[in-house]
């Protein structure tokens, strides 16, 4: 943590000596008008920012008439601060919004003024172009206080960003994501006289047991003991997710993530021996029919499905997934689901998961040059996140949040009138996701201290105490682990071995640990995949990775 703190005073020191040194970023090197505002404190005219999005974000329902640039929350940011945010929509999903970012790099395409960047290799080809502006001169000048708070706690993700010492973008509403928990069916538990496992072992006890000892009690053999996504390379990163059964062996070295070892280099977590451990195990369970037999074929979503149709008894996903399957308490009155914190390793500590601190970046067109106003509308939309401002309990009455009888209500079926599918204004901001201080505390804090709760997180964790529990105290219980959330060290562009062999290295490593687990190798591939990873270009990109970590760090 202080080398992370470093990091960012010396991003801020570095700001302040291109300041001094008029450095990139200033209004004069721009081509469009430098909006002013009025005697209210509001642009005048009304200044108009642009924005993308993927079309496949724009989820959200709108009001008759209404559409993603023409909404109530639209019309607020316009009647508050002056401010219009038009959304162009890119593509259908992730691909083609990367395809139509790229033919504005080649100047075929106008980009927006501001717009999210996905992929390390994007932001790298984005600064490469020319095309994106550096913005050390405008987060010294413009970036509101609170907000630097914010980013000081997330300093590693201005890595992907930063070249020869100045910075082009930031992380979009950086925050640490949900940690995941074990979610179980509770009333299977107490049918066989079980405890939720801690470990390894009594996870093996508790599968075989919803397998093979009908805790349903309907007389058939037609339950098991966990369902999860191997459709990838073992590391979900939400819900679905197998990663803490392997970490339950290799500690932080799990699939799929970069960390540092005792030397202070990093090193990739899915060569790690540990690992062969767990592929072992895993392969005894598919064999005994005690896991999801379709797994590899199945998404993370999907696996789910499993559980709420009342096959599975066990997953591992974040908190807010009980209320996906929430569907299986409707038609089974007696079913019960619970969350507990996930296996720890046989020493007793912890297992760990990726701890998720944003969900891309933002970057700005090189002729972009109302920042000052950028963020002005960027802190306003974080009002939510601490709870004050315009959006003390969220972002608009009657659509997120109501007022009933003097209680502050969420659920939509409890406003005055009821609705049942309201506009939801957090599809029409311009971030991915609506900013969070931190998404565990409200739900740990109302839980657990007792707080009295005054924040809309805090209120909606109140209300969601009463509408469906465990969704709480398992939030509660991630925050307690969260110290068990590692994110990835290695956010770099690709290096230039990973832009040849990656591909096929992840199709590798995802091949071997399928074949392991269905019996169609023997543990013995696990050796061979090691060795072949390191011959296939694994071990010029661990120097080349770790290259680049020396030089993040000196």
């Known amino acids: ?54 079309l496949d974000e724009n989820a959200g329902k709108y009001d008759s008439g209404d559409d993603i640039n023409n909404n109530p929350m639209i019309a607020l940011g316009e009647e508050k601060l002056g401010i219009k945010m038009n959304t162009i929509l890119l593509g259908g999903d992730a691909g083609n919004y990367d395809t139509k970012l790229r033919l504005g790099l080649t100047g075929s395409e106008e980009l927006p003024d501001v717009f999210p960047v996905y992929s390390t290799q994007m932001i790298a080809d984005m600064i490469e172009s020319g095309r994106v502006k550096a913005i050390d001169e405008d987060i010294e000048q413009y970036m509101p206080e609170r907000l630097k708070e914010v980013y000081d706690q997330y300093p590693e993700t201005f890595s992907p960003v930063t070249k020869d010492g100045k910075t082009y973008g930031i992380a979009n509403t950086p925050v640490l994501d949900d940690g995941q928990v074990l979610i179980i069916r509770q009333d299977w538990l107490d049918e066989l006289g079980l405890e939720a496992p801690t470990n390894l072992e009594e996870f093996e006890q508790v599968i075989k047991a919803f397998t093979e000892e009908d805790p349903d009690g309907n007389g058939k053999k037609d339950t098991y003991g966990f369902t999860y996504s191997g459709s990838s390379i073992y590391n979900t990163g939400w819900v679905s997710d197998p990663v803490t059964l392997f970490s339950a062996n290799s500690g932080k ?13 990093l090193s990739y977590g899915s060569i790690h021996e540990g690992n062969r451990e767990t592929l072992e195990k895993m392969a005894d369970w598919h064999k005994n029919g005690w896991l999801f037999k379709e797994a590899a074929a199945t998404g993370a979503w999907d696996a789910m499905t499993e559980f709420t149709e009342g096959k599975a008894g066990m997953f591992i996903g974040r908190p807010w997934a009980i209320d996906s399957v929430n569907d299986l308490i409707v038609t089974n009155e007696n079913a019960r689901i619970e969350a507990y914190p996930t296996l720890r390793q046989e020493n007793g500590d912890p297992s760990y998961q990726n701890g998720a601190t944003n969900d891309g970046w933002i970057m700005f067109n090189s002729d972009f040059d109302n920042m000052e106003a950028f963020f002005e509308y960027y802190d306003w939309l ?39 599918t309201p506009f939801a204004p957090d599809k029409a901001i311009f971030t991915k996701n609506r900013p ?108 080349e990775v770790n290259e680049w970590y020396q030089n993040l760090n000196n």
């Not at 959006?391 to 007022?403: K, M, N, R």
């Open 382 to 420: 974080y009002d939510i996140a601490f709870g004050t401002g315009d959006f003390q309990y969220g972002y608009l009455q009657d659509y997120d949040w109501d007022e009933v009888n003097g209680e502050i209500v969420f659920d939509p079926a409890a406003f005055d009138p009821a609705k049942e």
């Open 1 to 54: 943590m202080v080398k992370k703190k470093r990091m960012m005073s010396l991003l801020f020191s570095s700001a302040l000596l291109l300041s001094a040194c008029g450095g990139n970023g200033g209004a004069e090197e721009g081509s469009g008008p430098v909006a002013e505002k009025n005697a209210d404190g509001k642009y005048d005219p009304v200044l108009e920012i642009t924005t993308a999005k993927q």
């Open 436 to 543: 969070y201080v931190d998404r565990m505390k409200p739900a740990y804090d109302v839980a657990v201290e007792g707080k009295a709760a005054e924040t809309g997180d805090e209120l909606k964790a109140e209300e969601k105490m009463e509408l469906n529990l465990p969704v709480i105290t398992g939030t509660a219980i991630a925050y307690e682990h969260r110290e068990e959330l590692l994110p990835n060290l290695f956010n770099g562009e690709p290096t230039e071995t990973m832009k040849r062999n990656w591909e096929q290295l992840q199709t590798l490593e995802a091949q071997t640990y399928t074949n392991i687990i269905y019996g169609k190798e023997d543990i013995s591939a696990f050796d061979d995949f090691v060795q072949k990873w390191n011959e296939q270009g694994g071990e010029d990109i661990t120097k």
């Open 253 to 265: 070295f799990f699939p799929g993530t970069w960390q540092e070892d005792e030397n202070g280099e």
